[in-house]
């Protein structure tokens, strides 16, 4: 065999040795955690997203591996914070986990990972991986408290607007709270409407864009994130009158049934949509060139 | 041995005995493994309420009694009448395990969620012969339908208000190994005047307490409170 075969293998047994105390360290913490997880919130709606943004981080994770890889003198006080980081983050995960809250389980990763990574690579192994780290909280399924503080006025805001647009669009529909009846039909705007779950995968969806086409325009990132929530909003607003004219025009099973799913891929591709167009409006506007994406 | 691979082993470690201890402390004794009997611990009559026989109970929609069958075991639902011909809504249900997700309803939401609006949600401590109980109460409208609610819930040995109350209750249980049962008490009236309904709805909670068996009392307001 010719040596310059030999100097670049597939897979460096000697360099990888190191890390597996780590990797099982790792994987006996959190492979129970993503279990748990898959076999029950992320088969709600509200927390869907959640597989795939695992696989983003994963993938963010990946495309660091060279800085990941590199060996660096680790300063005194990036050991001690991540010592402490790390503490702090394992007891939440041991009150998470042998208590069954979820929130604590699940949100600990990001002190743990933090910590860990903060002890073997300092503090070029944080800046080299910040982000998949702050993607991390996407991971988390919300907390009640917040939920139920952020959905209740959200619903009725939705189903005000929805309502205003169909009067005014010529619609026999009225509504009483959350209860909106068109035609002879009653529909009860649920909590899966009210917009929370896309304002949530929409932030995530959003960070990584901006994250992948760095644009060196504060105003343009600050003003793309703001627009969050409104955009959010529209998009749900979009969803919710779908699926009234849908009920209004073919009945309450295409309302309930398929149709139903196919509204959710209508919310998503509007926010999509109208999240790009803000930001070519906003790029024209504060004249910044067009983003590409990185490779690093 | 090479420094970074030290500190390795030292963080994996370190992960290792936190896997270890979290098992070490699942709780695995369930505190309802008795759960008793509300249908009987709550008496038929008392202080001159009776259940009112000319109401049948209006039974849940399918989705919404599985849900409620998936967090609750036990639930008792009547309507009391009293000599004047007042009515009242007592709905009493069990959770023998309130651990998973902080699960028992805030009624607030619940109402909410059915399309009710909330009027006037505030928490006071109701004064019941010598303890008292931090309670809930909220108006909850729906078209012409007002309906004044007064509302706890119990976790365990006590009555809970927030959130972060219960939170840190699941977590002392826990700690200690046990899962906490919750409780739910509801009293509800249609009313349009919900100060005086309220008044009523006290004076409702405290013959039922009076009419209950001195030991049971504790079951419904919690033994701490």
């Known amino acids: ?296 | 041995m090479k420094n970074g691979t030290l500190r390795c082993i030292a963080v994996g470690l370190a992960m290792f005995c936190a896997s270890g201890l979290a098992l070490a402390l699942k709780p695995s004794h369930q505190k309802a493994a008795d759960a008793p009997r509300f249908e009987t611990v709550i008496p038929q009559s008392f202080g001159g309420w009776q259940i009112d026989p000319t109401v049948v109970p209006v039974v849940p929609s399918p989705d919404v009694q599985a849900n409620l069958d998936k967090i609750y075991s036990q639930i008792v639902s009547r309507t009391y009448i009293n000599g004047n011909g007042e009515r009242m809504m007592l709905t009493v249900a069990y959770g023998g395990d309130q651990s998973d997700a902080l699960k028992a309803h805030r009624q607030e939401v619940c109402y909410a969620a059915q399309g009710f609006e909330i009027h006037g949600l505030t928490h006071v401590a109701m004064d019941v012969g010598g303890a008292s109980i931090p309670v809930t109460r909220m108006q909850a409208v729906r078209g012409f339908r007002s309906e004044p609610v007064t509302y706890w819930l119990t976790m365990g040995d006590r009555v809970v208000v927030g959130r972060l109350e219960r939170l840190l209750t699941q977590i002392r249980y826990g700690l200690a190994g046990r899962i906490p049962d919750g409780l739910l008490v509801r009293v509800s009236s249609l009313s349009d005047d919900p100060q005086a309904a309220f008044h009523a709805q006290d004076q409702f909670i405290r013959d039922l307490l009076a009419g209950m068996k001195p030991q049971d009392v504790p079951l419904l307001i919690g033994a701490r409170s």
């Open chain 1, 1 to 296: 065999m010719s040596s310059v075969l030999k100097s670049r293998p597939m897979f460096d047994a000697a360099r990888w040795m190191p890390w597996l105390p780590l990797l099982a360290g790792i994987a006996l913490l959190y492979v129970p955690t993503i279990v748990r997880l898959a076999n029950g919130l992320w088969n709600e709606e509200a927390n869907a997203h959640g597989p795939i943004i695992l696989l983003v981080v994963l993938w963010l994770a990946w495309r660091q591996r060279a800085a990941l890889a590199r060996e660096t003198p680790v300063a005194a006080t990036a050991t001690a914070l991540g010592a402490v980081a790390l503490a702090g983050g394992l007891l939440f995960y041991v009150i998470g986990r042998s208590q069954g809250i979820m929130l604590f389980e699940a949100g600990s990763t990001l002190p743990v990972l933090a910590g860990a990574l903060l002890i073997l690579r300092g503090w070029d192994g944080l800046r080299a991986l910040w982000f998949p780290l702050l993607f991390l909280v996407f991971l988390v399924p919300l907390p009640g408290f917040a939920v139920d503080a952020i959905t209740g006025p959200l619903k009725s805001q939705v189903s005000h607007v929805v309502e205003d647009m169909l009067y005014w669009a010529g619609y026999p529909i009225a509504r009483s709270g959350v209860v909106l009846s068109i035609g002879s039909y009653q529909l009860l705007v649920a909590d899966a409407c009210s917009g929370l779950n896309s304002i949530f995968s929409l932030t995530a969806l959003c960070l990584l864009y901006l994250h992948l086409t760095p644009v060196r325009s504060i105003a343009r990132n600050v003003l793309l994130i703001m627009g969050i929530v409104p955009i959010a909003f529209v998009a749900n607003v979009v969803r919710v009158t779908t699926l009234v004219l849908i009920t209004y025009y073919f009945g309450d099973e295409a309302g309930q049934g398929f149709l139903h799913g196919f509204a959710g891929m209508v919310l998503f591709i509007a926010a999509l949509l109208l999240l790009l167009a803000a930001d070519a409006v906003l790029r024209r506007l504060l004249g910044v060139k067009s983003p590409a994406l990185v490779q690093r």
